[in-house]
């Protein structure tokens, strides 16, 4: 309920600011808009304001559009022809169609404005120990080390590392970083992005630092149990919070990874641990429940460890800045993210990433539902990504979408006449065409990660 909720939300403040920009526009050019309509089919509920506009909400909560005045859609009365959209100016009318995607743009600005402003809770750019053979690795980084720049370019959070180690990766450009260990000791490393194809390179673009072998750090667990769930087989084996694991099938344990490591690695294997309780040792035999993760089969047993939430506290932080900054960092954040949408776009196209990157509604509406329940915060993060990549691709140059019509303006400018109702119907077939593929390319990715990871 919280996903479907969280989904629809999104799609009604997106579509309310897009058709709005339209909307404002069209009136401040003098076009009457006959209905503003919140969902696509049949009229539910409406109002008519005294401007003669039509405020609806209709059946279908998929979208949403502006009707304005127009002699090509029917016939106007010539007292109103002066109001109609086709008679405005080629300036008017694409300002009225650019409208849509900046307010999205906009919206975007003001989210990432709102959340500069409040504060961004932050994961400190701490590394673990590299994998191993991994570009990190051989490199030189260390665990422990506080990445503090990546090509020149400042890190504050773990999440600046991601993005910017993902805009690397997806460029196949080397990562140039910069960290400073515990005490005080600056190093500049080369980590070389491997040039892979097919499944390792979908991978790596879908976990770009796990990819790299940069792993957050995480302070050494002491190999006892914290919570089991009810169903696990921890819990079916009577094991408890507090137990501690001395030995696995004879290997002592000494961390809570080693645990980890030796459970999944034994999935369907009877493994006999020694643990220590109340001072005494006991010994269990269990077996690792067998689970798919990633394409491999791993064991688990339905336990975490037991943490000391203020050794962890150390780890996160917030950081805070004052209006003009955040406004700074909002501008330069919808920017970035805007550009790189297209990079995304044209890399899809070309083949150079994976069509995998492509993510339908269903994926928005878990997204959507996840960043809800983690607080406001995230689902105001959440909204700002989305109106991003809305905006984007309705500027795309495809029929049908806002650029699209831009096109046919364009065209109109050069050669000092409007597209023929021809070409448009033929463009109008050409776009449905292009949408209808990038929908089924977007929902067989959202089945595929819903069923088959």
Known sequence: MTTLLAFFFTLAILIVFHEFGHFWVARRMGVKVLRFSVGFGQVVASHRDRHGTEWALSAIPLGGYVKMLDEREGEVPTEQLDQAFNRKSLVARAAIVVAGPLANFLLAILLFWGLFLHGVPILKPIVGEPTANSPAQLAG?????????????PIASWQDLHWLALKQVLRGDALRIETVDRRGYIALRTLAVPEIDGEKKNAMEQAPLKALGLVRYLPPLAPVLGQLLPDGVAAQVGLRGGDRIVTIDGNAMTTWEQVVE????????????????????????????????????????????????????????????????????????????????????????????????????????????????????????????????????????????????????????????????????????????????????????????????
Do not use: C
Not at 300 to 324: M, N, Q, S
Not at 407 to 426: H, K, M, N, W
């Open 141 to 153: 980084v260390h665990g422990g080390e506080t990445v503090t720049r990546i090509n020149g370019e």
């Open 262 to 453: 030796a459970i999944r690695h034994s999935p369907g294997r009877s493994l006999r641990l020694s643990l220590e309780r109340a001072g005494q040792r006991q010994e269990v035999v269990l077996t690792p429940a067998a689970v798919r993760e990633g394409g491999t089969t791993i064991g688990r047993i339905g336990a975490g460890p037991r943490v000391d939430p203020e050794v962890f506290a150390t780890l996160h932080g917030t950081a805070h800045y004052g209006p003009l900054q955040a406004m700074r960092h909002a501008l330069a954040r919808t920017w970035e993210l805007s550009a790189f949408s297209l990079e995304m776009l044209g890399r899809m196209i070309t083949g150079q990433a994976s069509l995998k990157n492509l993510s339908g509604p269903l994926t928005i509406a878990d997204y959507a539902g996840q960043s809800a329940e983690s607080g406001v915060s995230s689902f105001a993060a959440f909204l700002a990504l989305v109106s991003v990549s809305l905006g984007v691709l309705n500027l795309l140059p495809v029929p049908l979408l806002d650029g699209g019509h831009l096109l046919y303006y364009f065209a109109e400018f050069l050669t000092g006449r409007p597209v023929s109702e021809r070409i448009q119907e033929i463009g109008q077939k050409i776009g449905m065409g292009l949408l209808g593929l990038l929908m089924f390319f977007a929902l067989y990715n959202d089945l595929s990660r819903l069923f088959f990871q």
